[in-house]
Every structure is written in structure tokens, then in C-alpha cells.
């Protein structure tokens, strides 16, 4: 499998060579986007002839994480000289427009491919924070499976990132996947456990169990109409009407639970709204208006 924000390039796409009217494309402007490595090199350096291809496999096999310009200084010097080349082969890593590492000489293999890497992983909690919120505009959209998928494939590079982890759940509580959503909360590592995302993922399973037992929703909210003090068929109502998605009926249904009765069931309607508070955005509007009405009952 590629990597987050990977994709397929050529060596073509991955390496070119500048010259001084190519280099600001080349290198700066490219930089804000991925990192570029420059090689500094001539024809008649010996140590470039080894260390340039060498380069170039390794900048190959991190799969368009980074990118690789060579400057030949013979043919460049005024570049050369503002980078203030002393010696070749010398090379700079560029990223967000400026430089940002490098090294001069001919280095032994494993020394490169960390240092390939150490500049790759220069754009990665960027590239992580894009196929982050790709994967949740997709759980929104309803691609579920595909969301999944994304967010499987952020843990792969980052087995602790929460937002995927959690997010992960969700996808699988969206498949109607409970069991498998359950397993992941179990097995979740210990710096996710306590994590704000993966307590809404936990408060939505939790929903989740409760809307896949709820009862018909006409035949409760007739039940309701028949008797308000009904406070049962009332709470089983917000637990029918969040399995379809209503959570602001559900909410107001959950109020007027507590309105009635707030100890009834041991202050299950307290209870179950902040479980609902909890599952939905912290900022969602509908939360905002429903933790307010809350308050206002609480403290009156």
C-alpha cells in the first residue's frame, strides 16, 4: 500500500534538474508543497557520481513524499554562490520555502535513506491532517467504507493519531459494524483511551446499542400523546428518534423527560442527554442550545 499522501510518480515527476531560471519553481515554490532535496553536483566530481544515483533511489522509493532537484554548480554558479556552496557534493533539504537540512560529502547509504526520511517526514503531519479530514467529509457524505479505509490507512503511519481511531469507529458504527466497533474501543491503545474523540465514538456506540433495540417510532410517540407522564415510552421515544437521526426531537424529548421528572430512573434523562452531548460535536448548535436549556432547568 502507498502511504498517506503518496502517490505514483515516475523518476521523471520526482527528479529534476534546475537551472537558475527553474529554480524558484523548482525548489521554492514546490517546497511549500512537499519537501524538495537539491543536489549540488559538477560532471567532474567523483564522490557525485556515486552519491547522486544513490540519492535518487532513495528519493524514488519514498513514493512522492519528497522530491529531488539537482543543480549543477558548473552551470548554475550564481545559485551556488547565494547558497554559499563551499564544496559539492553538498546537499540541502527545502521545505516551506527555506532550508531546512543537508549535509556535504558522500555518505553511506543508511545515512541518506534517514535522511530521506527525516525530510519526508517533514510534510507528514500535514499530508495526515488532509487525509484526516478527507476521511471525515467522506463518513459525512455516507461513504462509510471508504472512510474506513482512509482512516485504517492513517494508522498505519500513525497507530496512536485519536482522531483516526476514533474516527475508525465511527466508520464501523456507520456500517452498522457494532461488534467490530466495540473491539477496537477494547483494544485501543492506552494514549487514545482517555482521548476526547474516542469518548464521543464511545458515547456513539453506546447510542448506537440503545436505537438498535428502540422501539417503533409512531407507536411510542402515540404512547406519549396517550399519556405524557408515560416517562418510559418518553425515553424510549429519544432513543427511537436518534436512530434516525433526529437528535434535535430527541433532545426535546430528553428535556421534557427531565422537565417532568429529573430523578426518574435514577436521572436517566440527565444521564442520556449528556450521552448525547457527548456523541455529537462539542460545537454543533444543536448541542450549544441543548446544554443551555439543561442549565437553565438544573439551576433554576
Known amino acids: 500500500m502507498l502511504g498517506l499522501g503518496a502517490q505514483s510518480h515516475s523518476p521523471v515527476d520526482l527528479i529534476k534538474d534546475a537551472t537558475e531560471a527553474t529554480f524558484m519553481a523548482d525548489v521554492i515554490e514546490t517546497s511549500r508543497e512537499v519537501p ?14 556515486t552519491l547522486g544515483p544513490m540519492l535518487e533511489s532513495a528519493v524514488t522509493a519514498a513514493g512522492g513524499k519528497v522530491r529531488m532537484v539537482k543543480v549543477d554548480v558548473d552551470k548554475n554558479q550564481r545559485i551556488a554562490g547565494q547558497l554559499r556552496i563551499q564544496s559539492i557534493p553538498t546537499v540541502y533539504a527545502f521545505w516551506q520555502g527555506q532550508p531546512v537540512d543537508g549535509f556535504q560529502g558522500a555518505v553511506p547509504a543508511s545515512e541518506l535513506k534517514a535522511f530521506v526520511d ?3 517526514a517533514l510534510a507528514g503531519a500535514g499530508g495526515l491532517a488532509e487525509a484526516l479530514q478527507a476521511a471525515e467529509d ?4 455516507g461513504a462509510a467504507s471508504d472512510a474506513a479505509e482512509t482512516f ?8 496512536e493519531n485519536a ?3 476514533a ?10 459494524n457494532l461488534d467490530q466497533a466495540q473491539a477496537l474501543i477494547t483494544d485501543a491503545p492506552a494514549s487514545v483511551v482517555k482521548t476526547k474523540e ?3 465514538a464511545r458515547a456513539q456506540l453506546e447510542l448506537a446499542r440503545q436505537a438498535a433495540k428502540a422501539g417503533p417510532e409512531a407507536e411510542l410517540r402515540a404512547a406519549v400523546e396517550a399519556d405524557p407522564t408515560n416517562h418510559q415510552a418518553r425515553f424510549d421515544l429519544a432513543a427511537a428518534l436518534l436512530a434516525t437521526d433526529n437528535a434535535k426531537e430527541a433532545i426535546d424529548q430528553l428535556l421534557e423527560l427531565f422537565r417532568r421528572d429529573r430523578e426518574w430512573n435514577g436521572g ?10 457527548e456523541a455529537l460535536k462539542p460545537q454543533d448548535p444543536i448541542v450549544l442550545a441543548g446544554r443551555r436549556r439543561l442549565s437553565s432547568m438544573i439551576f433554576s
Open 198 to 200: 474516542l469518548d464521543a
Open 138 to 141: 467522506m463518513l459525512n457524505e
Open 36 to 49: 524538495v532535496i537539491v543536489d549540488f553536483w559538477a560532471t567532474w566530481c567523483g564522490p557525485c557520481k
Open 152 to 159: 485504517a490507512a492513517i494508522l498505519e503511519e500513525e497507530p
Open 167 to 176: 474516527g475508525l469507529v465511527r466508520a464501523h458504527l456507520a456500517l452498522g
Open 268 to 277: 436517566a434523562a440527565k444521564t442520556q442527554l449528556f450521552t448525547i452531548f
Open 163 to 165: 482522531g483516526a481511531y
Open 118 to 120: 527525516r525530510v519526508s
